[in-house]
């Protein structure tokens, strides 16, 4: 009881923040780029479908990383508020607040993967459609879970300029990382809106997402190794 009450240190906070944020990364671009990246074929039910009925032990394992990422990311959304409290309790907060809506967000919206797998596999779903028709409602649901994963993303976005803007301010946190994370902000806002209100010019944007890549693995290998610096 002693040792789960006892007070931990920030540097302490740091350290296991930045292993979470490491877990996020990794699980979340396995997911997008080794499994759904892999499997999915962008307006190919058919090629689609039998893509995931052939390697269906890894189109669940693409809900698994998804799974682990977003309860890895509630625990960064709790530790980073702590870290950055003494900055601005408030913006601390809010940028919890709009992390775990996004965590929320991506929960449900993950409903939408595991239901494509539902319609291929069910046999009840087998008998009630045609397969030209069950794949194409597989695709559907992918569809609306990939716009969904965007929706998510403008709830990210906004935590991440508010992060930023404050580790930026943090006496220990180096400023670089702060405006990494803002710029970071800025693409993942930029990318999501355009996928909704301009999607033929997503391609364009495609590029910029380097950004956040390089920015958050920064941040979080410096929480990693780094921990805070001293005053």
């Known amino acids: 009881m002693t040792v ?10 740091a350290h296991v923040a930045g ?17 759904r990246g ?17 390697s269906e032990w890894l189109y669940r394992l693409g809900f698994v990383a998804d799974a682990i990422m977003l ?3 509630v625990g960064v959304a709790v530790l980073l508020y702590v870290l950055l409290k003494p900055v601005s309790k408030l913006l601390s907060l809010t940028a919890a607040a709009f992390r775990l809506t996004q965590a929320a967000v991506l929960s449900v919206n993950l409903l939408m993967y595991y239901s494509a797998n ?7 779903y087998r008998a009630a459609f045609d397969s030209e028709k069950l794949d194409s409602l597989a695709l559907l649901f992918l569809d609306i879970h990939s716009h969904g994963y965007d929706l998510g993303l403008l709830f990210f976005g906004i935590s991440s300029l508010i992060v930023g803007t404050l580790v930026s301010r943090s006496s220990n946190l180096p400023t670089p990382l702060g405006y990494g994370l803002m710029a970071s902000g800025i693409v993942y806002l930029t990318g999501s809106l355009t996928r909704f209100i301009a999607p033929q010019y997503l391609s364009m944007l495609e590029p910029a997402y380097i950004v956040p890549l390089v920015a958050e693995l920064a941040f979080c290998l410096w929480l990693l190794f780094k921990g805070l610096m001293r005053e």
């Open 19 to 35: 292993l979470l944020y490491l877990v996020i990364i990794v699980s979340g671009i396995f997911a997008e780029v080794g499994v």
């Open 71 to 73: 309860l890895s990311d």
């Open 4 to 13: 789960l009450t006892r007070k931990l240190e920030p540097d302490t906070i």
């Open 118 to 124: 539902l319609l291929l596999t069910g046999e009840a």
């Open 38 to 54: 892999s499997l999915l074929i962008a307006g190919d039910a058919s090629a689609t479908a039998s893509n995931i009925l052939e």
